[in-house]
């Protein structure tokens, strides 16, 4: 296990924002990982876990406690039943699944970010989550101080969400177990609409594995949305705000608002959320407020290629970056009284 202070973390995060954490401490295997998290909560010292840094914004002055950093490795294939251990780097694990002949996590393809916290997040994108395939996640309980193993129903998933985001402070993830699909090398049913028009294929229909992965990373690279340290596009967290999810009321009163504003032919978009709510699209909402791609003028700007993603562009600060969001979440509830909700967790710092 190895131990630093006063360890800029703003490497360690694809904002590449955020100041130093009093004590860095990385870890390579469970039994590190279980240690470390045991004497920060002996100590009373503020902990903060760090997989991939892909889902995190971190205060201009750092963080004034333990940053754990997650390095763990294991990926285990056992038929279609797959194992992860939570460090394990989540684009390359789910390369291996596709080459291995197995679907299920096809579309979440070129996500970065670590395998441990795809469960926290409910990680999906491109017509799948990760809650669709997760079997099990083992983790550690600070209240019990203990290792657990929660099955799929006692993970709370939903949009977005879990018991794990629900209830930061409790869970450390370890391992993440799937159960994958073996279809004769093909995809699970195409879902998406945008992929399916990229594939030339009908929603429900399959394609071979490998052309849904290829598909899926070249939508995303046209977003900004795969990794590459040349472009500043890419110096984000993917989607700073979660699509919003209305109930009847609220999204009438949205309708209306999108009417008075773009008229009476304009439809934002919708999809089903359950009885009695509607999906609509925040990317929409930020684009028709005004926000479109490449606003601003100073060092955080929305990205070039998707109006989801906040940016920096080489020289931002935590501070530059939230102004932009702020304005950006001010600007959208002016214009249709929809409030949007950030996606990445907040380190020291809130909207």
């Known amino acids: ?19 130093p954490a009093r004590r860095l401490v990385t ?24 997989g991939g840094g892909s889902n995190l914004v971190v205060g ?3 963080f004034e406690g333990t940053a754990l950093r997650i390095a763990t490795s294991g990926f285990s294939l056992d038929g279609t039943s797959l194992e992860l251990a939570a460090g394990e780097v989540w684009s390359q694990a789910v390369a291996r699944t596709v080459e291995a002949g197995l679907a299920g996590i096809e579309c979440l393809s070129g996500i970065p970010g670590s395998a441990g ?19 099990e996640v083992v983790a550690y ?8 193993a929660l099955s799929n129903e006692e993970c709370g998933f939903s949009y977005r969400h879990s018991r794990f985001k629900a209830d930061p402070d409790r869970y450390v993830v370890l391992r993440v177990r799937f159960e994958l699909e073996d279809a004769g090398g093909m995809s699970a049913p195409v879902k998406y609409p945008e992929t399916a028009r990229a594939l030339g294929v009908e929603a429900g229909d399959r394609v071979p594995l490998e052309q849904a992965r290829e598909t899926v990373l070249k939508l995303r690279a046209g977003k900004g949305m795969v990794l590459d340290a040349e472009d500043h596009d890419t110096w984000s967290a993917g989607s700073f705000f979660t699509n919003p999810i209305l109930d009847d009321a609220a999204f009438a009163a949205f309708r209306e608002r999108v009417r008075e504003r773009l008229g009476d ?23 028709k407020a005004g926000f479109t791609k490449g606003y601003g003028s100073g060092p955080a700007r929305i990205s070039t290629k998707h109006t989801l993603a906040l940016t920096n562009r080489g020289s931002a600060t935590t501070e530059d ?10 600007g959208v509830r002016e214009a249709f009284g929809v409030t949007l909700v950030n996606e990445p967790v907040m380190v020291g710092v809130g909207l």
């Open 321 to 330: 970056l939230l102004a932009l969001a702020r304005e950006v979440v001010a």
């Open 265 to 287: 032919d304009a439809a934002p978009p919708a999809y089903p959320a359950g009885e009695g709510r509607t999906k609509t699209s925040a990317a929409w909402l930020i684009d």
């Open 117 to 135: 916290a795809t469960p926290i997040q409910n990680v999906g994108a491109y017509g799948q989550e990760v809650s669709s395939t997760i079997t």
């Open 60 to 62: 201009d002055k750092g």
């Open 1 to 19: 296990m190895q131990e630093r202070h006063d360890a800029p973390l703003a490497p360690l995060t694809t904002f590449r924002l955020g100041g």
């Open 27 to 50: 870890a390579t295997t469970d039994a590190e990982v279980v240690e470390a998290v045991r004497d920060a909560d002996a100590s009373g010292t503020p902990l903060l876990v760090i």
């Open 141 to 148: 309980d600070r209240a019990a101080g203990r290792t657990v």
